[in-house]
C-alpha cells in the first residue's frame, strides 16, 4: 500500500494536514465542492482526485457510492503536473482496473 506507506512517512503536522482535507471533504454536504487548495481533479475518465497536504499528494479513485481508494503518493514541486505525478496517476489508474477486475471476481484481497 503505497499511499499508506508514504502517509506514515510523514511528519506529524502533514499527516494533520492530509486528515484535515480528508475530514473537510467528508464533512461537506452532498452536491457541495471541496476547495481546488485541498482536493484536485488529476484525470477525467476515470476519476483520478489528488489530496492535497501542502506539497505532497495522495491520489485516489472512486470505488462506488461515497467510497474513495487512496492509491499513490506523489509530490508536487511545480504548478504542472510533473514527471512524477503523471506516472503516479497511471499508476493509479492501474490500481483501478486491478480493484475492478479483483472486486468483480469475488476476490478484493489476492492471497499471497
Not at 514541486?77 to 497511471?90: P, T
Amino acid at each position: 500500500m503505497p499511499g499508506l506507506d508514504a502517509f506514515e512517512a510523514l511528519s506529524c503536522k502533514d499527516k494533520a494536514m492530509l486528515i484535515a482535507t480528508l475530514e473537510h471533504w467528508s464533512e461537506l454536504n452532498l452536491g457541495k465542492h471541496v476547495s481546488e487548495t485541498r482536493i484536485n481533479e488529476e484525470h477525467g475518465k476515470p476519476t483520478i482526485l489528488a489530496a492535497k497536504a501542502g506539497k505532497h499528494r495522495f491520489s485516489m479513485f472512486h470505488a462506488g457510492k461515497n467510497l474513495w481508494i487512496v492509491c499513490r503518493y506523489y509530490e508536487k514541486q511545480k504548478q504542472k503536473l510533473d514527471r512524477n505525478g503523471k506516472r503516479a496517476i497511471e499508476l493509479t489508474i492501474e490500481d483501478r482496473r486491478d480493484y475492478i477486475e479483483r472486486v468483480s471476481a469475488g476476490e478484493y484481497y489476492g492471497r499471497r
